[in-house]
């Protein structure tokens, strides 16, 4: 079954930091673009990052600086650090292939930011 499993979110105080994974099943994430996405309450999912085969990454504004996405393919594994986080970027974090994939939302990873 082809599928991409999150993992690694949690709660964490404002100025924490998270990594999380994006570890695909049945596929190999090396020959495929990535992206995070992530979903507030009451908010449509939006874009955070992504990185192509090729390691050329792009990130939404707010993440810039702060986030970083990188890619271990030994592992078929994406990752998604999170570093200075604030309550705004609390949500459902996601990954899937861009464009995205409709069989391949997954539960997501849940990212709390509070203190």
């Known amino acids: 079954q082809l599928r991409l499993v999150e993992s690694g979110g949690g709660l964490v105080p404002p100025g924490g930091s998270l990594r999380l994974s994006c570890a695909g099943s049945?596929?190999?994430?090396?020959?495929?673009?990535i992206g995070w996405f992530r979903q507030a309450p009451g908010k449509e999912r939006e874009f955070v990052a992504r990185?192509?085969?090729?390691?050329?990454?792009t990130y939404r504004d707010s993440a810039k600086g702060r986030f970083t996405i990188s890619r271990d393919n030994a592992k078929n594994t994406v990752y998604l650090q999170m570093n200075t986080l604030t309550p705004e970027d609390a949500a459902i974090y996601y990954c899937?292939?861009?464009?995205?994939?409709?069989?391949?939302w997954g539960q997501g990873t849940q990212v709390t930011v509070s203190s």
């Open positions: 899937n292939t861009v464009p995205f994939i409709n069989t391949y």
């Open positions: 049945g596929f190999s994430l090396a020959y495929a673009t």
């Open positions: 990185i192509t085969r090729v390691g050329f990454t």
